[in-house]
């Protein structure tokens, strides 16, 4: 089997066998960029490993060494010659892209010889110890697993023993003794030297790298971002090229365009006599990269060049590391850059009027998920704020909370439902939890693309990061800021914007969609077959959807308008009436209320459809709870109430008693409220169809459509559909008007789905009430299963997706399908659509464009995510 590709054999595409970083190292020595030469173990030879439970895959030396061979015959360099040594980084590198996540090592190659040997090949006696010690932390760190912060200790020390801030003024003689006191550490902490065979470094470096797919960050980090398992990394062996040879030396990471606004414009920092992770590790805070145009003009211009070439080669905004050794560019990495929401909408409209991608391209580059965070509120640009300090604006979006100083804490509070602000001099990849439970991020030091940074603009968080001016103390748990002390849980806010921070909470206002958004927006709409409609009960709500493009309104559900606190007290004369005349009158009361409801919704939606769902759950949720009556009557008793007001209550408990439920949820509710109590669904019918009049009356252009909940039976349909449309007819001879509806019903019961070919012959439409057939379907409650046995289902992988949140294509999905088949056959015209909350979750929409539905209809924050993902399904 072929386990090493040169970096000439490869290309973009092969990124599952090469990992992301290998296919793109390989992709760009083929079109002719200065990328130094090396080799990629495949992501197979990984996978092998694990399989045979952590073993060097058989065959895999046999690979490595000629290529080995090639890389030394391209540089002119031997591995381990004493005089002249190849150095070589061996780099982790996953099919999708996990930055910081797994491990890298640096300056492999380097012991106690060749180190001698470079320093005289180079002239440069700093250099090399430089190099050396780096190693050896790396090396101890990844492949020894020895802990950072005792290396960081010795380096400390040195730089305190020398009086010096920064690693790059230490003097050789200060890296020597540091080199010599690692060395020490290692012996240890391991019993065993430090390895000086360069081969055995080689191999021990490629095992450490397989294993670190499996460290604990890099599971996290898959969880979060639905990263399967059992795909492997690949590992790049590749010739070092050197930052940190002096001050003509340099290295840097660069965005072609800004991943936080998707601005057309070179966005990275870099830092002059430094190594691979130091601009990524927040060591120093580093320079923009413009400043590179001063200090090396002839650098920046190679480099904006060919940046611009890879974006178009790539035809996406690119990630960019890039090394600087004595004067010459080379490139360490290319990949399409993590962005923010705002920074996908922005690049991707941009890209399709340069004419790079079409408009479905540019559909498809945005990740539906990610949309939430537009949604996101910001700050309210009017209010007045106490500014304390300004960092680097680094993640958009505003966050308060109070602030934690480490991530363990983070994480604590965040689980207790705390806002809190994570405030770090910089973040590793082993805060990642800290970061994920905390509203924002702020740092004191470290750049635009910093860790901090980067993982906080890919989880859609606020960020300020490099704020200088705070002097944190992680022993007394508190902040410096102008010399004034915020201890732990002080309450600040962040401004990832423009980079403020604030003292407390600040007002925050709602989002609006952006002008690139927009016509994004359009383009989908140009592409989806899918209409989307909204769920909305009331007419500001109506208002919100129509804003946000929905073509109508797929749920209203009427039971909100009873649970008004004013309509209450009526609603339970009506539930407890005695005889039909009692509650007719009971809803004659509730009968102008109604109207009034539709009147608003059916205006708001003018021109647009609108589903009104009569009512649904059991008449008991709109009555006392019995153990509040029963306390009320013993309190009544023992203070010796009137004993007319004691008889009422009592009447009352009975009745509550009466109409209680075993099983609610499937229970004396839908359409069995409307076989046994036809005047409610009657009362409802009128109140819906007297809007309407009154509206046609006054020249609006309405298109109230009636539908019937749970339907378990097609008479069920027939007998309310009947009694609908009486209704309308009654209504339209009194008002001497003529309007147009239609009578539908949902599909929420596996019977309903069943027996589609009856009940499609009755009804206008289909809604699949999917929050309710997900239940029926499974036969358990969602409630109860979230809380209780769900989260084990998943872990154990007995399902894949929670299947309320997911549609169950293949169990629930089978059920719609055959709906949609029974239904069409026996009425061609029959609309189909969905309106549980599936209806706004991508791959459920997508699932239903599969289907052939009409329409979704979702909530209307969803809206403008539904419409994307329904051009996405389509593309
Ligand atoms: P990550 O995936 O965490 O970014 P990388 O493998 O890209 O890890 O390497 C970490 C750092 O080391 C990067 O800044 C990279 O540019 C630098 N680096 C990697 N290989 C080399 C090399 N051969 N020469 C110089 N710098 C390198
Ligand atoms: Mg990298
Ligand atoms: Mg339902």
């Given at each position: 089997k072929?386990?090493v590709?040169?970096?000439?054999?490869?290309?973009?595409?092969?990124?599952?066998?090469?990992?992301?970083?290998?296919?793109?190292?390989?992709?760009?020595?083929?079109i002719?960029?200065?990328?130094?030469?090396?080799?990629?173990?495949?992501?197979?030879?990984?996978?092998?490993?694990?399989?045979?439970?952590?073993?060097?895959?058989?065959?895999?030396?046999?690979?490595?060494?000629?290529?080995?061979?090639?890389?030394?015959?391209?540089?002119g360099?031997?591995?381990?010659?004493?005089?002249d040594?190849l150095l070589?980084?061996?780099?982790?590198?996953?099919k999708?892209?996990?930055?910081?996540?797994?491990?890298?090592?640096?300056?492999?190659g380097?012991?106690?010889?060749?180190?001698?040997g470079?320093?005289?090949?180079?002239?440069?006696?700093?250099?090399?110890?430089?190099?050396?010690?780096?190693?050896?932390?790396?090396?101890?760190?990844?492949?020894?697993?020895?802990?950072?912060?005792?290396?960081?200790?010795i380096?400390?020390?040195?730089?305190?023993?020398?009086?010096?801030?920064?690693?790059?003024?230490?003097?050789?003689?200060?890296?020597?003794?540091?080199v010599?006191?690692?060395k020490?550490?290692?012996?240890?902490?391991?019993?065993?030297?430090?390895?000086?065979?360069?081969?055995?470094?080689?191999?021990?470096?490629?095992?450490?790298?397989?294993?670190s797919?499996?460290?604990?960050?890099?599971?996290?980090?898959?969880?979060?971002?639905?990263?399967?398992?059992?795909?492997?990394t690949?590992v790049?062996v590749?010739?070092?090229?050197?930052?940190?040879?002096?001050?003509?030396?340099g290295?840097?990471?660069?965005?072609?365009?800004?991943?936080?606004?998707?601005?057309?414009?070179?966005?990275?920092?870099?830092?002059?006599?430094?190594q691979?992770e130091?601009?990524?590790?927040?060591?120093?805070?580093?320079?923009?990269?413009?400043s590179?145009?001063?200090?090396?003009?002839?650098?920046?211009?190679?480099?904006?060049?060919?940046?611009?070439?890879?974006?178009?080669?790539?035809?996406?905004?690119?990630?960019?590391?890039?090394?600087?050794?004595?004067?010459?560019?080379?490139?360490?990495?290319?990949?399409?850059?993590?962005?923010t929401?705002?920074?996908?909408?922005?690049?991707?409209?941009?890209?399709?009027?340069?004419?790079?991608?079409?408009k479905?391209?540019?559909?498809?580059?945005?990740?539906?998920?990610?949309?939430?965070?537009?949604?996101?509120?910001?700050?309210?640009?009017?209010?007045?704020?106490?500014?304390?300090?300004?960092?680097?604006?680094?993640?958009?979006?505003?966050?308060?909370?109070?602030?934690?100083?480490?991530?363990?804490?983070?994480e604590?509070?965040?689980?207790?439902?705390e806002?809190?602000?994570?405030?770090?001099?910089?973040?590793t990849?082993?805060?990642?939890?800290?970061?994920?439970?905390?509203?924002?991020?702020?740092?004191?030091?470290g750049?635009?693309?910093?860790?901090?940074a980067?993982?906080?603009?890919?989880?859609?968080?606020?960020?300020?990061?490099?704020?200088?001016?705070?002097?944190?103390?992680?022993?007394?748990?508190?902040?410096?800021?102008?010399?004034?002390?915020?201890?732990?849980?002080?309450?600040?806010?962040?401004?990832?914007?423009?980079g403020?921070?604030i003292?407390?909470?600040?007002?925050?206002?709602?989002?609006?969609?952006?002008?690139?958004?927009?016509?994004?927006?359009?383009?989908?709409?140009?592409?989806?077959?899918?209409?989307?409609?909204?769920?909305?009960?009331?007419?500001?709500?109506?208002?919100?959807?129509?804003?946000?493009g929905?073509?109508?309104?797929?749920?209203?559900?009427?039971?909100?308008?009873?649970?008004?606190?004013?309509?209450?007290?009526?609603?339970?004369?009506?539930?407890l009436?005695?005889?039909?005349?009692?509650?007719?009158l009971?809803?004659?009361?509730?009968?102008?209320?109604?109207?009034?409801?539709?009147?608003?919704i059916?205006?708001?939606?003018?021109?647009?459809?609108?589903?009104?769902?009569?009512?649904?759950p059991?008449l008991?949720?709109?009555?006392?709870?019995?153990?509040?009556?029963?306390?009320?009557?013993?309190?009544?008793?023992?203070?010796?109430?009137?004993?007319?007001e004691?008889?009422?209550?009592?009447?009352?408990l009975r009745?509550?008693?009466?109409?209680?439920?075993?099983?609610p949820?499937?229970?004396?509710?839908?359409?069995?409220?409307?076989?046994?109590?036809?005047?409610?669904?009657?009362?409802?019918a009128?109140?819906?169809?007297?809007?309407?009049?009154?509206?046609?009356?006054?020249?609006?252009?309405i298109?109230?459509?009636?539908?019937?909940?749970?339907?378990?039976?097609?008479?069920?349909?027939?007998?309310?559909r009947?009694?609908?449309?009486?209704?309308?007819?009654?209504?339209?001879?009194?008002q001497?008007?003529?309007?147009?509806?239609?009578v539908?019903?949902?599909?929420?019961?596996p019977?309903?789905?069943?027996?589609?070919?009856?009940?499609?012959?009755v009804?206008?439409?289909?809604s699949f009430?999917?929050?309710?057939?997900?239940?029926?379907?499974?036969?358990?409650?969602?409630?109860?299963?979230?809380?209780?046995?769900?989260?084990?289902?998943?872990?154990?992988?007995?399902?894949?997706?929670?299947?309320?949140?997911?549609l169950?294509?293949?169990?629930?999905?089978?059920?719609?399908?055959?709906?949609?088949?029974l239904?069409?056959?026996?009425?061609?015209?029959?609309?189909?659509?969905?309106?549980?909350?599936?209806?706004?979750e991508?791959?459920s929409?997508?699932f239903?464009?599969?289907?052939?539905?009409?329409?979704?209809?979702?909530?209307?924050?969803?809206?403008?995510?539904?419409?994307?993902?329904?051009?996405?399904?389509?593309?």
């Amino acid at each position: 089997k072929k386990y090493v590709y040169l970096f000439r054999e490869g290309k973009a595409s092969m990124r599952d066998l090469l990992g992301g970083k290998g296919a793109n190292l390989a992709e760009m020595t083929n079109i002719g960029l200065p990328v130094p030469s090396g080799f990629t173990i495949t992501t197979e030879a990984c996978n092998e490993y694990y399989t045979t439970g952590g073993q060097f895959p058989e065959g895999l030396w046999d690979q490595i060494k000629p290529a080995l061979g090639n890389v030394e015959e391209s540089t002119g360099k031997t591995f381990g010659n004493p005089e002249d040594p190849l150095l070589v980084s061996v780099r982790s590198g996953a099919k999708f892209s996990m930055p910081g996540m797994m491990d890298t090592i640096l300056n492999l190659g380097l012991n106690d010889q060749t180190v001698r040997g470079l320093a005289h090949s180079t002239q440069n006696d700093r250099f090399a110890y430089d190099s050396y010690r780096r190693f050896i932390q790396m090396f101890g760190n990844v492949v020894l697993e020895i802990e950072h912060h005792f290396f960081e200790a010795i380096l400390d020390e040195a730089k305190s023993k020398q009086a010096v801030t920064y690693d790059s003024e230490l003097s050789t003689d200060s890296l020597k003794w540091v080199v010599e006191e690692y060395k020490k550490l290692i012996q240890k902490e391991t019993g065993k030297p430090f390895p000086q065979e360069p081969i055995q470094q080689l191999e021990q470096a490629v095992l450490a790298v397989f294993r670190s797919w499996n460290n604990d960050r890099a599971i996290v980090y898959r969880k979060i971002n639905a990263i399967p398992d059992d795909i492997g990394t690949a590992v790049n062996v590749q010739s070092m090229v050197f930052g940190n040879m002096g001050n003509d030396s340099g290295t840097g990471v660069a965005f072609t365009r800004s991943p936080s606004t998707g601005e057309k414009a070179l966005f990275g920092e870099y830092l002059m006599n430094a190594q691979g992770e130091d601009v990524v590790a927040g060591i120093r805070t580093p320079q923009p990269i413009k400043s590179l145009e001063q200090e090396n003009k002839a650098i920046y211009d190679q480099f904006v060049d060919i940046a611009s070439r890879l974006e178009n080669h790539y035809r996406d905004m690119q990630d960019i590391e890039f090394t600087i050794e004595k004067g010459r560019l080379f490139f360490l990495q290319t990949r399409n850059g993590k962005r923010t929401a705002p920074a996908a909408i922005r690049v991707a409209v941009e890209l399709c009027h340069e004419g790079l991608i079409t408009k479905e391209e540019a559909i498809t580059r945005i990740e539906p998920g990610q949309l939430d965070q537009l949604l996101h509120r910001r700050m309210d640009a009017n209010a007045k704020l106490e500014v304390l300090a300004k960092g680097l604006p680094a993640s958009p979006g505003a966050a308060s909370g109070k602030i934690v100083f480490d991530a363990d804490d983070a994480e604590r509070l965040g689980h207790n439902g705390e806002k809190v602000i994570l405030l770090r001099t910089e973040t590793t990849p082993d805060d990642i939890h800290g970061i994920l439970a905390a509203q924002g991020i702020l740092t004191s030091r470290g750049g635009m693309t910093s860790h901090a940074a980067v993982v906080a603009r890919h989880m859609g968080k606020p960020a300020v990061c490099g704020c200088e001016a705070l002097k944190i103390d992680y022993t007394e748990h508190n902040v410096s800021i102008n010399g004034v002390v915020y201890p732990e849980g002080t309450e600040l806010s962040i401004d990832g914007a423009t980079g403020r921070v604030i003292k407390g909470a600040v007002p925050m206002i709602d989002p609006e969609l952006s002008e690139e958004f927009k016509e994004l927006l359009t383009w989908a709409d140009e592409i989806r077959k899918l209409r989307v409609l909204a769920n909305a009960d009331n007419p500001k709500d109506a208002q919100k959807a129509r804003d946000f493009g929905a073509q109508g309104i797929g749920l209203c559900r009427t039971e909100h308008m009873f649970m008004d606190p004013a309509r209450i007290p009526i609603v339970q004369e009506m539930i407890l009436s005695q005889t039909l005349e009692e509650r007719e009158l009971a809803l004659s009361k509730l009968l102008p209320m109604q109207e009034d409801d539709f009147y608003g919704i059916l205006k708001a939606m003018t021109g647009l459809p609108v589903i009104i769902r009569l009512l649904d759950p059991p008449l008991h949720e709109f009555l006392p709870n019995v153990e509040d009556l029963v306390v009320e009557i013993t309190k009544m008793k023992v203070t010796g109430a009137n004993p007319e007001e004691l008889k009422e209550k009592e009447a009352l408990l009975r009745k509550v008693r009466a109409l209680a439920e075993l099983n609610p949820m499937l229970g004396h509710r839908g359409c069995r409220l409307g076989v046994t109590f036809p005047e409610i669904y009657a009362m409802q019918a009128r109140a819906i169809f007297q809007a309407s009049a009154r509206l046609v009356k006054e020249g609006f252009e309405i298109h109230p459509e009636v539908m019937i909940p749970l339907v378990i039976h097609v008479k069920e349909l027939e007998m309310l559909r009947k009694l609908t449309e009486d209704t309308a007819q009654a209504v339209m001879k009194e008002q001497g008007v003529s309007f147009k509806y239609k009578v539908g019903t949902m599909i929420e019961v596996p019977r309903a789905a069943l027996t589609a070919d009856e009940i499609g012959k009755v009804a206008d439409f289909f809604s699949f009430g999917t929050n309710d057939l997900t239940q029926t379907t499974l036969g358990f409650s969602r409630d109860d299963a979230e809380g209780k046995f769900l989260p084990a289902y998943l872990d154990k992988k007995v399902l894949a997706q929670n299947p309320f949140a997911v549609l169950d294509r293949d169990g629930v999905g089978k059920l719609m399908k055959m709906g949609v088949k029974l239904g069409r056959e026996v009425n061609p015209e029959l609309e189909v659509g969905i309106c549980g909350e599936h209806g706004g979750e991508p791959s459920s929409i997508e699932f239903c464009h599969l289907l052939g539905l009409n329409y979704v209809s979702c909530s209307p924050f969803r809206v403008p995510l539904a419409r994307l993902a329904a051009a996405q399904a389509k593309v």
